[in-house]
Nanobody, 113 residues
């Protein structure tokens, strides 16, 4: 199974980005039972949980992104998304998708002030 993340880029403060992560090769029944998450790691800082979504669709968010970010998933596409609105410079980081013990490569989000 490979996790392919995309959607990062450079955006001005107040802008939006949508990250995508596809679990290629994952059996769909396994995907249904997973609780995927997005983490981020800023330079010089530890990796932190941004958002997660359980198998029943319940989402949880870090306090710093509540009301601005939305996590969702599409079981048929084996994909998880992170819609990021009203981005702030402090959101600048490498963003990683996670399925249990599986990690995708980071996608860089840079927010300019």
């Amino acid at each position: 199974v490979q996790l392919q993340a995309s959607g990062g880029g450079l955006v001005q403060a107040g802008g939006s980005l949508r990250l995508s992560c596809v679990a290629r090769g994952m059996i769909i029944s396994v995907f249904w039972g997973e609780a995927p998450a997005w983490y981020r790691q800023a330079p010089g800082k530890s990796r932190e949980l941004v958002a997660s979504i359980s198998s029943d669709g319940t989402a949880n968010y870090a306090d710093s992104v509540k009301g601005r970010f939305t996590i969702s998933k599409d079981n048929s596409k084996r994909a998880v998304y992170l819609q990021m609105n009203n981005l702030k410079p402090e959101d600048t980081a490498d963003y990683y998708c996670n399925f249990g013990t599986l990690w995708g490569r980071g996608t860089l989000v840079t927010v300019s002030s």
